[in-house]
């Protein structure tokens, strides 16, 4: 997708220049950013009117709620979650458009969203396509056909204003009573890399950020408990299911990676920095954004009972490596609070996308 350049002139911020670097307009923007817009920057919050985690909807029947809509994005916001999920192609395409000229126009900094959506095997919304479900697409053994369709849900996506989308699964299945075998390629390790990075060449064809997930061995608990801990040795994580997101994020350069509620040797994987600063950053030089599963920061507190508190869990996701909550609640990003610590204030500075 060709990029529209913004036009400068002499006022125009460093961040807001197109013609320099990445890295100069991002100092520029860091300099610039207040400790509340940072921590917003690292913040997703659902957009659908959905009951979910007693959340405040900002879109009502595909328009904006104006004093809602101030209150949740005045200060910016990183991601929307499901904002056009129940919405028509028009109303959503709207509803993108609307979001996005609230942010670009009436915030300080100007900064758009990024708008997530779920596109396990279809964009999840009304009237969109419906393909097989992914261990299908595995058992096709057809990387060039996975690719057409990863292809043809970017292009819907793509069309209704979403620019990025938590798919695909690449976790190896090792038990079906984990009770989630269908969102995944299937058991072999090439098979599943072969079949992941023709799927997300194909959506990000269309300029569509993908997402890996779930990083890492989610399906693979003892007795085939979904997303509970995993003990293997540091081989066989390597060996079995490492390749799939090793080959994500080096062949198909993908934009995003998942991280996953269960933990990986007594440590939540959601704040692991073994896993999300060693490997993936260190070891694979990993330059995409890493996002948490939907609630899975709190998981840390409440699940695995390695933090005393939401904020404190929080606090832990973000200096072991993950760089924006997939939390509707922003977890452990509220200012005044967690990331008044000075040693938070590096982390935010850190996660910059």
């Known amino acids: 997708m060709r990029k529209q350049r913004i036009p400068t002139t002499p006022s125009t911020p460093p961040y807001k220049n197109t013609s320099l670097s990445i890295v100069r307009r991002v100092d520029d923007l860091l300099a610039r950013m207040t400790l509340r817009e940072k921590a917003q920057q690292l913040c997703c919050i659902l957009g659908a009117e959905v009951n979910w985690y007693n959340h405040t ?22 991601q929307i979650a499901m904002a056009l999920a129940y919405l028509p192609p028009v109303k959503g395409a709207r509803a993108a458009n609307a979001i996005q000229k609230f942010l670009t126009t009436q915030t300080r900094l100007g900064i758009p969203a990024i708008i997530h959506e779920e596109c396990l095997h279809g964009f999840k919304t009304i009237t969109a396509t419906s393909f097989p479900q992914a261990i299908a697409l595995g058992a096709a053994w057809d990387p060039a056909l996975t690719r057409r369709v990863g292809a043809a849900i970017g292009a819907e996506v793509r069309a209704r204003g979403c620019n990025l989308v938590l798919t695909p699964t690449v976790n190896i299945t090792t038990d079906p009573r984990c009770g989630r075998t269908e969102e ?36 693979a608990g003892d007795g085939g408990r979904d997303s509970h801990a ?20 080096r062949e198909a350069k993908v934009a995003a990676l998942m991280s996953a509620y269960n933990a990986f040797d007594g440590v939540p994987c959601s704040c692991n920095p073994w896993l999300l600063r060693t490997i993936l950053r260190d070891e694979w030089k990993f ?11 709190r998981h840390i507190s409440e699940n695995h009972f390695a933090a005393p508190n939401d904020e404190q869990a929080g606090r832990l996701a973000l200096e072991g490596g993950r760089t924006q909550n997939g939390c509707a609640l922003c977890t452990g990003m509220r200012p005044g609070r967690t990331i008044n610590r000075r040693n938070c204030r590096s982390s935010l500075d850190r996660a910059r996308l």
């Open 287 to 297: 330059d995409g954004i890493t996002v948490s599963d939907y609630s899975a920061v």
């Open 57 to 78: 909807p900002f879109i009502r029947d595909g328009k904006l709620d104006m004093p809602v809509t101030r209150r949740l994005l005045g200060n910016g916001i990183g």
């Open 230 to 249: 995993i003990y293997f040795s540091e081989r066989i994580m390597r060996e079995k299911f490492f390749p799939a997101f090793k080959a994500a994020i």
């Open 184 to 219: 995944s390629y299937g058991e072999a390790v090439e098979l599943v890399s072969r079949t992941a990075v023709a799927f997300i060449k194909g959506l990000q064809s269309n300029g569509i950020g993908a997402t890996a997930k779930h990083f890492a061995a989610n399906f």
